[in-house]
């Protein structure tokens, strides 16, 4: 009863910019933290970015000074803006999020994911 939709990705030259986004739907009592991940191939998905309820962020030390996550908790979506991209930025990027729906306790959902390719 929760679908989290990732939009926003693409194909940017390097020393670009994308800003992706991501909206929840469905049974949404609340949503607690929110997270940002990727997955290059042939690596492991990674964090990349966290925000919880009440706006506090965590950034991984490849990104931090270049991406920003935000969110807009009135239209219970999240964002990722993403500045001065390299080509080791190139990844599926999924959202990840902990709602709480009327019927059940928190749990975990994550986003089908948006491509992001910076070439050089």
């Known amino acids: 009863q929760v679908q989290l939709v990732e939009s926003g990705g693409g194909l940017v030259q390097a020393g670009g910019s994308l800003r992706l986004s991501c909206a929840a739907s469905g049974s949404i009592f609340s949503i607690n933290d929110m997270g940002w991940y990727r997955q290059a191939p042939g690596k492991q998905r990674e964090l990349v970015a966290t925000i919880t309820s009440r706006g506090s962020t965590n950034y991984i030390d490849r990104v931090k000074g270049r991406f920003t996550i935000s969110r807009d908790n009135s239209k219970n979506t999240m964002y990722l803006q993403m500045n001065s991209l390299r080509p080791e930025d190139t990844a599926v990027y999924y959202c990840?999020?902990?709602?709480?729906?009327?019927?059940?306790?928190?749990?975990?959902?994550w986003g089908q994911g948006t491509q992001v390719t910076v070439s050089s």
């Open positions: 990840n999020a902990d709602v709480a729906t009327y019927y059940r306790t928190t749990s975990n959902y």
